[in-house]
């Protein structure tokens, strides 16, 4: 039995399965792969180089021949539960993650997961950083609030603390997941388009003076040639993106796919009708949002305004609204 979704193996190439949306820019053949796969293949291959042992001694600690270790890591072949337990031990695997690798492999060809929590979600997302790690567009939109690639080190901070589901003994370890996500976006081959609310520009999360270094620091962001921000205008009433967040990732050679974050699980959405519904509200936010000028604009407004203590919370019209034409009165 074998498993899918080794970056690596050329033989997971599959003609003819890229996503119609980006059919200009992705013309390239897909892999068919998965999430699980991916993350297992890494895995494997990161637990023996960290054995330090070369490929063929490890192959004849296990009882195989050389080729087929090379077999097993290219996906040509699979393994029993017992081969891998053995290989991992040999290879002296930290227990956590040799259950974790144990846990993935009989799952590895399932498009879809959903990885719930325990008690605490974990402080850091490793699924999401090793796919983010090698795609090649980021689309993100957040209804409320900032999403954590934006986040200054004071909003992430206010963010983390007012959970009542996170340890307050974590928060620094959270801090730097945080930040060692934001670093992708200095990837120039990686290009990212951020869809925020209006109104999640208004929410002093922090206090004012986070409040105020947040928006210059999206203004900052802004302006990076490979980072665009819209956001989506109160005045545009319902929209498409009322049902949550949700990030989607495309590949350079995988099928896309999309994460979202609840408060006890992640749900990874792999399944292609699933994938296309995310595209099509990125389509709708696109057509209701502003372009990115006019979104920078927002952004300079909310900045003066915070400079000279006015803002939503003291009843202005909010700026964004301003910028449409259309008025919106903050509440006082």
């Not at 053949?29 to 494997?44: C, H, I, K, L, M």
Request: with cysteine.
């Amino acid at each position: 039995m074998s498993w899918s979704g080794l970056r690596w193996g050329s033989w997971l190439v599959v003609p003819g399965t890229t996503d119609p949306s980006y059919s200009k820019e992705f013309s390239m053949p897909q892999r068919s792969s998965t999430a699980r796969g991916r993350e297992f293949g890494e895995g494997v291959r990161a637990a023996i180089k960290a054995s330090g042992m070369p490929a063929r001694r490890v192959a004849g600690l296990v009882g195989w021949q050389e080729a087929k270790l090379s077999d097993f890591l290219n996906g040509k072949i699979g393994c029993t539960e017992t081969e891998l337990a053995l290989l991992l031990g040999l290879c002296r695997t930290p227990i956590e993650e040799r259950d974790h690798l144990l846990d993935l492999r009989p799952a590895t060809h399932v498009r879809g997961w959903w990885q719930k929590h325990a008690a605490c979600p974990p402080v850091r997302l490793r699924t999401l950083v090793e796919n983010v790690a090698v795609a090649k567009t980021l689309t993100t939109w957040h209804p409320h609030g900032l999403p954590i690639y934006l986040q200054t080190q004071d909003y992430m901070r206010a963010v983390i603390t007012a959970s009542p589901n996170l340890r307050d003994d974590e928060t620094d370890q959270r801090l730097q997941a945080g930040q060692e996500l934001q670093e992708f976006l200095f990837r120039r081959d990686l290009q990212c388009t951020f869809y925020l609310h209006e109104q999640a520009l208004h929410l002093p999360v922090g206090g004012h003076e986070a409040h105020v270094g947040q928006v210059h620091h999206l203004l900052l962001t802004a302006v990076r040639t490979n980072v665009a921000i819209r956001i989506v205008p109160t005045a545009a009433g319902a929209h498409a993106g009322l049902s949550g967040a949700f990030t989607r990732l495309t590949f350079p050679t995988y099928e896309p796919l999309v994460f979202l974050e609840l408060e006890g699980s992640v749900l990874i959405e792999e399944r292609s009708e699933a994938v296309k519904r995310y595209q099509e509200i990125v389509r709708s936010l696109a057509s209701v949002s502003l372009n990115e000028e006019r979104s920078k604009a927002v952004l300079l407004r909310v900045c003066e305004q915070l400079a000279v203590g006015g803002g939503s919370e003291n009843g202005h019209v909010l700026p964004g609204a301003l910028a449409t034409g259309v008025p919106f009165l903050g509440s006082p």
